[in-house]
């Protein structure tokens, strides 16, 4: 559980990081503390997200 928990996060993370950065510059806030606080609020809704995931893929293969 815990490997597949942490393959799943190292791509959701950096993806909803990304979107999160994307999303901020797209409205034109381009000082570091938006950018930063854009990738943070993706990472933390990514660790949630992933673990419902991870336990929902480990059920299904038994």
Known sequence: ??????ILLSI???T?????VI?????GFYDL?????AAAG???I???ITWYVA???????G
């Open 1 to 6: 559980m815990t490997r597949l928990f942490m």
């Open 55 to 61: 336990m929902k893929l480990r059920d299904t293969m």
């Open 46 to 48: 990514a660790l949630p």
């Open 33 to 37: 503390r938006a950018i930063l606080l």
């Open 16 to 20: 909803l990081a990304g979107i999160g």
């Open 23 to 27: 999303i901020v510059l797209a409205m």
């Open 42 to 44: 993706g990472a933390v």
């Open 12 to 14: 959701s993370l950096t």
